[in-house]
């Protein structure tokens, strides 16, 4: 949620620069942009409501730049509310990741001073305006970043010191170390076009950028840190959209390489993770989302190949759940962007217990990534797309494998996850795509939607459903098969869209069984399955891969939520309300 990208430098568009950078943070989810620069003896900000990926400014030329994508927490979605903030004399502009949770009381404190938005954000650019005089801009920021509740970034432009300042607690900042110019953003993607020398922004410190020179300080006793330099040798994959309408169907193209990928060449990082767990005194799977589901999807799998138990909770709700880790306990978080902060602050919390803590992320130098003692990259590739798919299939290829490699070998795992990517080929052709679209078609003529799934296919099922109405808004529900006869039933009526999952597995007999149920009640059935059945009114085939399944199966139902959402002339690649990582509680 929310995208930052501020540049100070020798060069004169830094407005232009800094637009360039947020837009290659769009994909984090916002509702308005802005950008501030300063010019003459006040701070220009130019900001807007929505769409910025064909934006354009005509803020002057600048050698320093603040930007800002914001998802509205405090305060409706409008200009007012979009960042930058300025104080009240316009000297100086601030940006902001994060809730200040006790923000009323700080504005309270405030008095004579003139509020433009209803924005918690602005609290802290005023608090700024009356400290700065007494304090100067570094000391300012530490003062009120100390007092201010909740896990939150600000960064903000000084016009008479004409420096960046940051700090950090909980909302990522990657600083870019380059040759008279340096970069600061809430994601390293969007530096690295200008250069690879990076300083990962830890938290409770701050950091002050000028043209030459980056100071990093601890944000609690203003100590001077020295700067911990990384230079990365990461590519910058291609992340165009090519001969695709958009990134979703572009990613859900992507799969297949990706599996093989990983199929192919992660047996040795899969087998020292695999050696951490048996080492390990109870083993916990967290993460939320889509991460969550194929954390879920791993419980049963570990359940299933490794005859182990290991025990899962969505990260949110992990905190509560704590009580009982011990340090000879291993957490296996998972997380696309590595910065969902319903999983850092509680893995946080363990790992101040002492516990190992293992991650499975798409992201190179993310929080989770840099604090994990193992990890494994998923190797996905760009994810520009709100919702995940090709990380997600990525996260159960992995979870497939190390469930094998904790049964004595990941050979098979390799070669049902092979036979999965060449299925998964075969339902990316013209042909399977057109009997999607047929049934995406049916389902956008209706409002509720159906999902069951059992054993390995129950989390299938609340994927399928959290993928359909993420970027379609077709009310859709996942549930286990067997829970229909416990209240679900009673919402089925004539033509009600209902979607199996029916894989040729132990649990095939009794998810038909629940199919008959259905169709008695007059539900349209959608067969996800190898195998068709006259209870379908609609077959999607899928290949028959045995405990690969929830990788092949996940297919047809991001197609189906692709479909029907450009069907009804949504937006699949930015749904509303929704962010790539999210950093706010």
């Known amino acids: ?312 909770a969505p990260g949110s709700e992990f905190n509560y759940l704590e009580d009982f880790l011990k340090p000879e306990s291993l957490i296996i978080a998972l997380s696309q962007s590595g910065e969902t902060i319903d999983v850092i602050e509680p893995v946080t919390a363990a790992k101040r217990k002492g516990v190992k803590l293992a991650s499975i992320t798409n992201n190179l130098g993310s929080t989770l990534y840099r604090m994990s003692d193992a990890k494994i990259l998923l190797g996905a590739g760009p994810e520009r797309c709100v919702c995940s798919t090709k990380a997600y299939t990525a996260k159960l290829a992995i979870l497939t494998m190390l469930a094998y490699a904790l049964n004595g070998g990941v050979g098979e795992a390799e070669e049902i996850l092979l036979t999965a990517a060449a299925g998964i080929e075969k339902m990316l052709t013209e042909n399977y795509l057109n009997q999607v679209k047929e049934v995406a078609n049916y389902l956008t003529q209706k409002d509720h939607l159906y999902i069951i799934g059992r054993g390995l296919s129950y989390p299938s099922a609340l994927e399928a459903a959290l993928k359909i109405k993420e970027v379609s808004y077709i009310h859709a529900e996942g549930f286990a098969g067997g829970e229909l006869k416990h209240g679900v039933i009673a919402l089925i009526e004539p033509g009600t869209p209902c979607i199996v999952f029916a894989p040729n597995d132990e649990t095939y007999d009794a998810i038909i069984s629940n199919a008959a149920e259905l169709k008695a009640r007059g539900a349209y059935i959608i067969g996800i399955s190898p195998r068709t059945h006259s209870l379908f009114d609609a077959h999607l085939a899928t290949p028959d891969v045995g405990n690969a399944s929830p990788v092949a199966s996940a297919v047809p139902a991001q197609l189906l939520g692709y479909f029907a959402a450009t069907t009804l002339g949504h937006d699949p690649d930015k749904p509303r309300n929704l962010a790539k990582s999210v950093t706010v509680k």
């Open 1 to 312: 949620m929310c995208g930052i990208f501020s540049y100070v430098g020798r060069r004169n568009d830094a407005a232009e620069i800094t637009l360039t950078g947020l837009k290659a943070l769009e994909y984090r989810g916002y509702d308005s942009w802005g950008v501030a620069v300063p010019a003459g003896d006040k701070m220009l900000v130019d900001k807007h409501v929505g769409k910025i990926s064909v934006a354009q400014t005509s803020l002057p030329n600048s050698h320093i730049a603040i930007g800002h994508t914001r998802w509205a927490t405090h305060g409706g979605v409008t200009d007012e509310n979009a960042h930058p903030h300025l104080d009240c004399h316009s000297s100086l502009s601030l940006i902001h990741n994060g809730i200040v949770e006790n923000y009323q009381e700080l504005k309270d404190e405030l008095k004579g001073h003139h509020f433009l938005s209803q924005t918690d954000t602005e609290v802290i650019a005023h608090h700024l305006e009356s400290s700065i005089p007494e304090k100067g801009a570094r000391e300012a920021l530490r003062s009120i970043f100390n007092r201010s509740n909740g896990l939150n970034a600000f960064v903000f432009l000084d016009k008479s010191e004409q420096k960046i300042i940051a700090a950090k607690n909980g909302s990522p900042i990657v600083l870019g170390v380059g040759d008279g110019e340096n970069f600061l953003a809430s994601d390293s993607a969007a530096i690295l076009p200008y250069t690879n020398r990076l300083i990962f922004l830890d938290d409770g410190q701050l950091a002050e950028l000028t043209p030459d020179s980056v100071h990093i300080f601890d944000a609690h006793t203003g100590q001077e840190l020295k700067p911990q330099i990384t230079e990365v040798d990461w590519k910058v994959e291609d992340d165009s959209l090519g001969s695709y309408d958009h990134y979703m169907i572009k990613e859900i193209s992507e799969q297949p390489r990706v599996i093989r990928s990983i199929a192919t060449t992660y047996a040795p990082q899969i087998e020292k993770l695999a050696s951490l767990i048996r080492d390990s005194y109870g083993t916990y799977f967290i993460g939320c989302g889509t991460a969550g589901n194929a954390a879920l999807t791993g419980s049963y799998l570990f359940s299933h190949i490794a005859k182990r138990h290991v025990n899962f």
